[in-house]
Structure formats: C-alpha cells, structure tokens
C-alpha cells in the first residue's frame, strides 16, 4: 500500500511520558528486592530500553515472543509463545512491558499464563492504549499515551517489519494510487 507518515507523538512528547511512567513505577517498587521487567518482542524492545534506564533499585530484564495469528492489523486472539522467558517468574515481581494495547487479546492470554506461574506480582505497563479498541478487559496499570483507533507505527512499531526505528510515532495515511 502506497503510504505516507504523519507524526502523532513527537520524541519530546515520548520523553515526558515515559517519565511520567517511570516515577509511578519507581513509587510502587520501591519497596521491593528485585523488579523482573519482561519485554514482548519485538515492539516493547524500544520503550523497554528507554523505561529501565529510569528505574531505580535492583532490575533484570527478559523477553519473550508471542505471536497472534490474525490479519495484519488485527490480533486473533490464538497466541502462541514462541520463545519463551529464560528464568522461572515463581515469587518474582514481573512487569510485562508493551508496545501497545489494542483489542486486549494477547496481552490477556500472556497474562493468564504468566499468573499460571505464581509470581509474587504481575502488572503491565503498556507504551500506547486504544482503549475505543478494546476487547477483552486487561488491566494495564500502567499507561504512557492513550490515541485514537489509528494505525501507527514507530518506536518499536512496525508496518510490515518497517519503521520500528523511528524515534517518534507516526500514523500511517495511505496515499493516492491504492
Ligand atoms: P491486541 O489486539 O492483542 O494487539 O491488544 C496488540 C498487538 O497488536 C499490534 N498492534 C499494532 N501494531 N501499529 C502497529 O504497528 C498499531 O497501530 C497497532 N495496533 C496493534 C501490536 O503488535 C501489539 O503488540
Ligand atoms: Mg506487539
């Protein structure tokens, strides 16, 4: 599809949100021994990097793979993991790290298996939210920007594996021709 980017949310505007994620990150943990921050590949590999380097106190990091098969656009809901945490989560405080949340489906089906693992807590915190998207109902404690139904990609997202790199978010307007 012929296309082209618009930016929605500059790097100026990413920086203050992901302060503003990190300080209430850094409030709710700071009593705790060690913060287990796991990332979903591949989009959280950008924000993950950018929200640890804020965080205080003892941090590790893990990432897994998840794939929902579905359209391009749209996850199905049939997650599989296809690479899996390198350490057991039993008795850690995780922190699932996202992208975005659209429909809710994977994030949801990530969850139920990661709590099938007993760990001493679970929560999410999630880049972007469509929440006019949403689906299944996921409690995503933690939240940096909230947009409209729009496709975008940047800052880890992608369109067809392209633009993850971008430093901003942009949306995707096709063009004329198709
Ligand atoms: P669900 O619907 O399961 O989807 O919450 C989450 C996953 O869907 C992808 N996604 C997007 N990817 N631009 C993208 O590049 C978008 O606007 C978008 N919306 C959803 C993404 O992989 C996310 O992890
Ligand atoms: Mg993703």
Partial sequence: MKHT?????SEQEINQALDTMA??????YAGVDSLLVVGLLKGSVIVMSDLVRRLDGNVQMDFMTASSYGSSTESSG???IVMDLAQ?????????????????RTLSKVLALL?????ASLAIASFLDKPTRRVVDVDVKYTGV?????FVVGYGLDYAESYRQLPYIAKVVPSDGE
């Fill in 5 to 9: 980017l618009e930016v929605m949310i």
């Fill in 146 to 150: 909230a947009i409209p139904d729009e």
């Fill in 78 to 80: 049939d997650v599989k």
């Fill in 23 to 28: 300080e209430q990150i850094n409030r709710d």
């Fill in 115 to 119: 709590n099938s693992r007993e760990p």
């Fill in 88 to 104: 057991s989560i039993k008795g850690r405080h995780v922190l699932l790290v996202e992208d975005i949340i659209d429909t809710g």
